[in-house]
């Protein structure tokens, strides 16, 4: 993996079902701080998905193609993340670096994460 993986990054990974039956290559987005990135063999992970559904979450932050930033992020269409799936993978797990997300799409996904884990601002 030629990129430097940071916090933002976006990345396609070997994500767990929740029931551990399985997984599926997909894009996730790099959650842990790039300060702790450095010292552990393990990152955080938020989900994404192009399944969009009719009533979404507090938790869940909508990519469009038409976002200005959309381009950087590497992803291929329209996607969600959910905040509230979160999942702590080892760092061999991350296949390839697909982009990174801008500044402003990073910190709607933070105020996501806050309500994902209960944190008041």
């Known amino acids: 993996m030629a990129a430097k993986i940071i916090r933002g990054s976006v990345v396609l990974v070997r994500y ?5 039956s399985g997984s599926k290559l997909r894009p996730a987005i790099i959650i842990t701080p790039d300060d702790l990135l450095a010292t552990l063999d393990d990152v955080l992970c938020a989900f994404v998905t192009t399944i969009i559904p009719d ?16 381009a950087a992020t590497g992803l291929n269409e329209m996607s969600m993340i959910r905040a509230h799936k979160l999942t702590l993978l080892h760092r061999s ?14 910190d709607q996904l933070n105020q996501r994460l806050k309500k994902a884990v209960g944190v008041s601002s």
């Open 16 to 20: 767990p079902f929740t029931d551990l």
């Open 55 to 70: 009533k979404t979450l507090p938790t869940d932050l909508i990519v469009q193609t038409n976002d200005p930033d959309f």
């Open 93 to 106: 797990l991350v296949q390839r670096h697909l982009g990174v997300m801008s500044k402003a799409l990073l």
